[in-house]
């Protein structure tokens, strides 16, 4: 025992039953800072070091005692005090007690061996809060919730209070921008061991201002962190120009901070300050596990800039590609919604438009290009080009699908000769309403059907074939066609609205549905009613919804007059669209209408089969249509000065604002707009 106590490196002590220090080696009296005691009565344990946890150590030592078995069996007990060697920081003790025998196996007292594990401890804590970052800090794309992400991971296990902050060019997904003189920083997230934070100068979302010299600048400057104790110059004189810190700093009794700079890829982001209030400052060590897990926080933070900036340059072109506002149009009344995706995931493929057609009518679109970002953006605005410009030859729905179709599978062979045209994922449903005949013929290509409402409030699924998505190829489409009542609604959506990971899609369209079945609304009052009981909480598509209601125009507005195949009627047929324009009160228009109208009978006995009918229907201009049976279009050319004729088309080009050919299942219809006095 002279030996173990004179020649061990290990602190060792021995204490009688009363738990009284009657003898210690010199490793455990350099360990507490008092001289070494010898056979002498010392004093107890908590009389040497202090703290909480010495009491956990005496119960060891009191066990030992009882049970004659070393304390404990299979684990070291650590606990943390304080000695008179550094009074000012606590210290990580690992203790075990074993009992002393005399002659007769009668325990007498109680040997304890100590290690100091303050560093190993302390590594141990740094390595546990380090993983615990990597898997906490990042979890999303969203600024604010990576650096509240980051100010959870610290506080209470590094610091007592924590603000982070980001430069406002971050926020917009910009490159950091150059800071000189006092700086202006957006407090992205606060976090306190006090309930609510009273600690906050800055609220989430508020600008905080930082001069110059102040330890955030600074080393936002530097790019370098720092510790600082709260009587520092640099402190004070900081505080010395903002009270209303300083007072906080008073009754919180802050007493050590450690600015660390939020820097990633060479850029400065912004800056975290750590703070503690407890005697206990921070240590290299804690410096440097702030900045591992800043570090960490910048990347993700970095990262979550460039996709703010992506996501916003990808919904400011998909926006500048939809509707800015709907075209002027008489056929039905229009209601709109467009959400991008949520979680994080950005702008998609969504598209809807409102295209005007000859003969009053009017097509309605909503389309989806599958995936998100630009490149959905970017292939949604070359769709929508090619549908306007499919709709303006006045094709079918069918046909104009199968248009698309082809132009789907040249975009996939041109962009990748290694992707399938189906991979797009393309879908769109096309339809055409007719407010002369009520009728709506609609096709759709892998879409969602459409809603139709009648004006009673029942609400239907238009019983449609469904058609494979855009891409496919060599897969036909087909339309259908149904009779609307006058004040019936049309809605055409995408998935995103009836579809999330957590709700089946027949729930969601029967959610539809029923949301759908309302009488005497608007449509931007049934849009959002629609939004607020059918659109997913959390959705990760965009969601489309176009909502139209229609109109009817009536018999006083149309006239039509069948024209048989003799010449000698087209005197007759000017003579009777001058007489409608005067029941319309517009007298002048009729000498335009009277040449217009010559010239299209006359072209249409001339070249095509009967029956001809020529129609006048007064909306927001003056159209003129002449249909026949014929299937060859009509070509204007530009007439010599020999020639007799040829000249019919370029008159009625030059007179008129719009002139056009569409194709029906039964010939084909040639039409012209005038502009009416009182629009232009």
Not at 324 to 336: N, T
Not at 438 to 446: D, H, I, K, N
Not at 566 to 592: S, T
């Amino acid at each position: 025992m002279d030996w173990l106590f004179s020649h061990s490196p290990m602190p060792l002590a021995v204490y009688d039953a009363d738990l009284h220090c009657v003898r210690e080696n010199a490793a455990m009296a350099r360990l507490i800072g008092r001289p070494s005691q010898t056979d002498a009565r010392g004093p107890r344990l908590s009389e040497m070091i202090y703290g909480p946890d010495v009491a956990a150590w005496e119960d060891c030592m009191r066990q030992a005692l009882a049970i004659g078995e070393p304390v404990p069996t299979a684990e070291v007990v650590e606990v943390v005090g304080r000695t008179a060697v550094d009074p000012g920081h606590d210290r990580i003790f690992a203790v075990s007690a074993s009992p002393l025998r005399d002659q007769r196996g009668q325990v007498f007292a109680v040997c304890t061996a100590v290690d100091d594990v303050t560093e190993q401890y302390r590594a141990r804590e740094r390595l546990a809060l380090h993983n615990r970052a990597s898997t906490h800090i990042g979890t999303t794309l969203d600024l604010m919730r990576t650096a509240q992400e980051l100010a959870d991971t610290a506080v209470p296990r590094l610091c007592d209070w924590i603000t982070v902050d980001l430069l406002d060019t971050v926020l917009n997904g910009d490159e950091p921008s150059a800071f000189t003189g006092s700086v202006a920083l957006r407090r992205m997230a606060n976090q306190s061991i006090l309930e609510g934070a009273p600690e906050a100068v800055r609220l989430p979302g508020e600008v905080d201002f930082y001069p110059p010299q102040s330890p955030a600048v600074r080393c936002m400057a530097t790019g370098q962190s720092a510790v600082y104790s709260a009587p520092d110059p640099t402190i004070q004189s900081w505080l010395a120009i903002d009270p209303v810190r300083a007072e906080r700093f008073r009754t919180y009794k802050f007493q050590s901070i450690m600015p660390v700079p939020i820097c990633a890829r060479g850029a400065v982001l912004g800056v975290t300050i750590f703070f503690r209030r407890t005697t206990e400052p921070f240590t290299d060590g804690d410096r440097l596990l702030a900045e591992e897990l800043v570090a960490l926080a910048a990347v993700c933070l970095d990262n979550a800039r460039r996709f703010t900036r992506e996501r916003t340059a990808a919904l400011t072109l998909q926006r500048s590609l939809l509707p800015r506002r709907m075209p002027p149009q008489l056929a039905v009344d229009i209601a709109s919604r467009y959400f991008p995706a949520g979680g994080g995931t950005g702008a998609g493929g969504d598209w809807f438009d409102v295209i005007p057609l000859s003969g009053a009518r009017v097509a309605l679109v909503v389309g989806d290009v599958v995936g998100h970002g630009i490149s959905a953006a970017a292939s949604m605005g070359r769709l929508r080009t090619a549908v306007r410009t499919l709709a303006d030859v006045d094709l079918p729905p069918d046909e104009l699908l199968t248009h698309l179709d082809d132009l789907v599978s040249c975009l996939a062979a041109e962009d990748d000769a290694h992707v399938d045209a189906a991979e797009l994922g393309a879908t769109c449903t096309y339809g055409i309403y007719d407010p002369v005949s009520r009728r709506f013929s609609v096709a759709r290509a892998g879409h969602p059907p459409p809603v139709i409402v009648a004006p009673d409030g029942t609400a239907e699924y238009l019983q449609l074939p469904e058609g494979p998505p855009l891409g496919l190829g060599s897969l036909p489409f087909e339309s259908a066609e149904i009779e609307l009542a006058k004040g019936s609604f049309i809605a055409l959506y995408t998935d995103g609205l009836i579809t999330t990971r957590e709700r089946d899609i027949d729930d969601g369209l029967e959610r539809l549905r029923s949301a759908l079945a309302q009488t005497s609304v608007s449509p931007d009052v049934l849009c959002d009613r629609i939004i607020e009981s059918v659109l997913p909480e959390h959705s990760s598509d965009d969601v489309t919804l176009l909502i139209a209601r229609t109109r009817t125009m009536t018999s006083n507005r149309v006239r039509v007059r069948d024209i048989p195949v003799d010449p000698a009627v087209v005197a007759d047929a000017r003579a009777w669209a001058a007489q409608q324009l005067a029941e319309w009160e517009l007298r002048d228009e009729v000498d335009v209408t009277e040449l217009v109208v010559s010239e299209l009978v006359t072209n249409a006995i001339r070249y095509a089969h009967p029956p001809i009918q020529l129609r006048l229907i007064r909306d927001r201009t003056l159209i003129c249509e002449v249909s026949d049976s014929s299937i060859t279009a009509p070509h204007m050319r530009r007439a010599r000065i020999c020639d007799e004729g040829g000249r019919g088309l370029l008159l009625v080009a030059q007179l008129t604002q719009r002139w056009g050919t569409r194709h029906t299942r039964s010939g084909k219809t040639i039409w012209c707009e005038q502009f009416l006095v009182d629009d232009c």
